[in-house]
């Protein structure tokens, strides 16, 4: 949902469950798509990417969907680990491919 | 180094100082970004350069940020007569080609008084 001031989104989640973190972005001419994870005092580790070609794409425990047409992206975590915690960044590409980051959620997993 | 490297990792500034950070690509990698990240915002971009050429500089708040790449491997961004408003994590992420996977820094914490 949405948040005002220093309060970013949060997703609290057990330890095993599967988590999906959602992000909406703007520009209809981005065709790149990143999903990053960054963990406190850390700077950003890139987790996978789609382009606008593919509706979606799976790692390794992470899965993304893309849908153009409302303009939303996804990122599925399954089983959902502790080290998981940390806040998740959606970015996206223009033609000039200079990443975009939207504003981040945090996930939080419970042992 | 096996990744990007930034210094200082923290600084402490009055305002009206002068400062410069410095960031250290991985090693052959043609494309260069700095970002600036607010407290619980998202990184927001600075500046690009691709070696040593600074293709895009429309992030850089005012005339007092200035980033050089003049040899198209380290990179330093200064900020002249800093601000409190200046109070940020400056991160730089490096990539191989153009447009691809960005592997950051761990930042540069700026902190003006």
């Known amino acids: 949902g949405e948040s005002v001031g220093l309060h970013l989104p949060t997703l609290s989640v057990q330890e095993g469950d599967n988590s999906i973190i959602n992000c909406a972005y703007s520009?209809?001419?981005?065709?790149?798509f990143i999903w990053y994870k960054q963990e406190s005092g850390k700077g950003p580790q890139f987790i996978i990417d789609?382009?606008?070609?593919?509706d979606k794409r799976q790692g390794q425990r992470v899965t993304v969907l893309l849908n153009k047409t409302v303009k939303h992206l996804s990122l599925q975590i399954a089983a959902t680990q502790p080290g998981d915690s940390a806040v998740y960044f959606c970015?996206?590409?223009?033609?000039?491919?200079?990443?975009?980051f939207g504003r981040g959620t945090s996930l939080i997993v419970h042992p | 180094g096996a990744g990007v490297s930034q210094s200082p990792r923290y600084k402490v500034a009055k305002r009206g100082q002068d400062v410069a950070l410095r960031c250290d690509p991985i090693?052959?990698?043609?494309?260069l970004f700095w970002y600036q990240q607010a407290l619980g915002q998202g990184p927001e971009f600075l500046t690009y350069?691709?070696?040593?050429?600074?293709?895009?500089k429309s992030g850089l708040p005012s005339d007092r940020f200035f980033a050089e790449r003049p040899e198209g491997s380290v990179s330093t961004l200064k900020i002249q007569r800093t601000q409190q408003e200046d109070s940020a994590v400056y991160l730089c992420?490096?990539?191989?080609?153009?447009?691809?996977?960005?592997?950051f820094g761990e930042g540069s914490r700026l902190t003006v008084l």
């Open positions: 350069f691709q070696n040593e050429a600074q293709l895009d």
């Open positions: 090693s052959g990698h043609v494309s």
């Open positions: 789609i382009r606008s070609n593919m």
């Open positions: 970015a996206e590409g223009g033609g000039s491919y200079i990443p975009t």
């Open positions: 520009n209809s001419a981005s065709d790149y």
């Open positions: 992420a490096s990539s191989l080609v153009a447009i691809g996977e960005l592997f």
